[in-house]
Nanobody
Framework: QVRVVETGGGLVQAGDTLRLSCETS????????MGWFRQAPGKEREFVAG????????NYMNSVKGRFTISRGNPKNTVFLQMNSLKPEDTAVYFC?????????????????WGQGTQVTVSS
């Protein structure tokens, strides 16, 4: 059974940094991309960042470009989201996503497994 577990959320002030970690475990027969989504109260879950199996390809939502960095660990079943210059509008539950394949399509419907989510709250 595949598991996806996030850690690292918390309460910070605007301008602070935070690093989220995610580890996936379970049997796998193929390479897979990983990513991060977030969901604020009353809003849809939205894509934040994605990364390919090798780490060579990344993609970000426009509002976090230049502030957030996604990276893949070694072993490759771990992924991180470094969040700098946090803003109150970044407040949300952040979900780690393991995709079904290593496609460069990071849309929500290509996610195979989700983590349980971790709360990030940025105060002004």
């Amino acid at each position: 059974q595949v598991r996806v577990v996030e850690t690292g959320g918390g309460l910070v002030q605007a301008g602070d940094t935070l690093r989220l970690s995610c580890e996936t475990s379970g049997r796998t027969l193929n390479f897979y991309a990983m990513g991060w989504f977030r969901q604020a109260p009353g809003k849809e879950r939205e894509f934040v960042a994605g990364i390919s199996w090798s780490g060579a390809r990344t993609n970000y939502m426009n509002s976090v470009k230049g502030r957030f960095t996604i990276s893949r660990g070694n072993p490759k079943n771990t992924v991180f989201l470094q969040m700098n210059s946090l803003k109150p509008e970044d407040t949300a539950v952040y979900f780690c996503a393991r995709y079904s394949s290593d496609s460069s399509d990071y849309s929500r419907d290509r996610v195979g497994y989700w983590g349980q989510g971790t709360q990030v709250t940025v105060s002004s």
